[in-house]
């Protein structure tokens, strides 16, 4: 088991390395599983436990008949999400989340159950665990899923979807100042004080805390993202 869960995770750093360096973007259809399985000498069935890892990151999504694409998986069909892609920018996407997600933070704080905590928690720990950058805005991605699921209102889990959906579109191909967050990454103790506010039913403090998070997250957007 030691040495299966060794290939596999080789083979998860080699796919990582080949997804880095093919200058894929956001939504691009990966070469077919028989490509996949020539280029790195595996079988598929030893592609597919790779793959399913990727996917867990948030770095893949799959759909049967279609294929393997890369970033998350989209609310929109492609064809809209490119669409939104080329519509919206970094600033108009971060004065949307603004919008809504400090009120949804606030709802988490009233409607979370311990579970949701949980949840969030581990999402907190992977972002602060991520070896690159696209580890962490899939686990930051995760992380705030996780506080909108934690709102308990599918209504709001709706808009937070298509946003957060843009969200990953407009931010992929951003380029970064180094390989991974830095281990004083502004956003660490800032998730840390959210999900101590929503854990301990504190909404006001939620609210305020989200607020923060977002300016902060614009005021450190990457070079040549705040257009």
Known sequence: MGEAS???ADLVRRLREFLAEAGFSHSDRLPPERALVAEFGVTRAELRK???VLEGDGLIWRHVGRGTFLGARPVHNL???AYLRDLARPVQLLEARMAIEPEIARLAALHSTVQDHD???HWAERAR???DWRMYEAADTNLHNAIAQAAHNKLLMHLFNEINTVKRAVLWNVE???TRPPQDHFA???HDAIIGAIEGRRPDTAVRLMRDHLASVGANLP???AR
Do not use: E, K, N
Request: charged share 25%.
């Open 6 to 8: 060794g290939q596999t």
């Open 50 to 52: 790779a793959l399913q």
């Open 79 to 81: 064809g809209d999400l």
């Open 119 to 121: 949840r969030l928690r």
């Open 129 to 131: 665990r991520a070896a």
């Open 176 to 178: 970064r100042r180094s």
């Open 188 to 190: 660490f103790p800032q």
């Open 223 to 225: 070079p040549g993202a």
